[in-house]
């Protein structure tokens, strides 16, 4: 009696099916990337700051008038069909002023913030690479610098060397790497004894090879979500030396400079002060939000549900 095969085995199944059916890796970034989408607050943060940026790139093509064009006999209008912002004191478009200045700020924000990264990163990751009296040495001056009043410091800057855009970003940046160079000299600490360092180590490997290729990208994640916490903090203290009168200087603007100007004069003329207001708001909490997601998405056991 011949014997049938039965319907339940798998004996000849193609092995190629198998494979095909199995589930494919991701990659660290690929999961992160999947936990950010979740993050409803991070998503609408990326995408106003994507907007915000666009904007300011685009300003001089889709700005509805002229920088410094005034309008003396107009004066400072509340907002219309023609000046949907309203106008300043001296007949200026606010919106076009208000794209213009987040022009300024957010290329504070991130050319200080590309500074410091650049100087935390390397020196972070120097210190706990090198350990023993290098790291002592270095991280004792940055515990020096941390203890010295920054905005009397960058103040100090200004008043010395003029008031100097360029200066301005460079200041800025000088004294907001502390931080980061901590939290990469702590990462590197940790990933120096880690097997795949030692096998670098062993294969023969330059030090400066072993940091630039296997160190640093591992650090990426902390400096990433770092990153997007430093620029807010960047783009107030800009406000703040603007309000001062020690920051973009007229007839460039910012917001922090349009907010100065909109404090003189809010109880005659209060959208100069709540335009630029919202616009700085607006941008600081999407930092903020987005910065909080990236930190959930590339470290899930910071955040448990």
């Known amino acids: 009696m011949a014997m049938t095969e039965s319907p339940l085995d798998t004996s000849n199944i193609d092995q190629e099916q198998l494979l095909a059916s199995a589930e494919k890796g991701t990659s660290l970034w690929a999961d992160a990337w999947v936990r ?26 889709i700005a509805p008038y002229g920088y410094e064009v005034q309008d003396l006999a107009l004066g400072a209008s509340a907002p219309s069909r023609e000046h949907w912002f309203g106008t300043d004191i001296f007949g200026r478009d606010l919106l076009t002023r208000v794209m213009y200045g987040g022009r300024m700020s957010l290329a504070v924000g991130f050319v200080a913030t590309g500074v410091a ?87 023969g490997l330059s030090r400066w090879r072993i940091i630039h290729r296997h160190l640093i990208p591992n650090t990426l994640g902390p400096v990433i979500v770092y990153t997007t916490l430093t620029i807010p903090s960047v783009m107030l203290l800009e406000a703040f030396l603007s309000f001062l009168g020690l920051g973009v200087q007229p007839p460039a603007s910012s917001w922090g400079l349009l907010i100065n100007n909109g404090v003189e004069t809010m109880e005659e003329y209060p959208w100069l002060l709540i335009f630029p207001g919202l616009a700085l708001s607006i941008t600081l909490f999407s930092l903020n939000f987005l910065g909080d997601g990236l930190r959930d998405a590339l470290d899930p056991r910071a955040s448990k549900d």
Do not use: C, H
């Open 36 to 61: 950010l989408r979740k993050n409803r607050l991070a998503l609408v943060g990326l995408a106003i700051l994507v907007f915000l940026t666009v904007v300011s790139i685009l300003t001089p093509w």
């Open 117 to 203: 990264l650049v100087i935390g990163v390397l020196w972070g990751t120097v210190a706990g690479y090198a350990g023993g009296r290098v790291d002592a040495v270095m991280m004792r001056i940055v515990d020096i610098l941390y203890a010295l009043p920054f905005m009397i410091f960058i103040i100090l800057l200004m008043v010395v060397f003029g008031r100097n855009i360029l200066l301005l970003f460079l200041a800025i940046g000088a004294v907001e790497w502390l931080t980061m160079a901590r939290i990469v000299r702590s990462q590197v600490q940790s990933l120096r004894k880690q097997e795949f360092i030692e096998a670098a180590y062993s294969l």
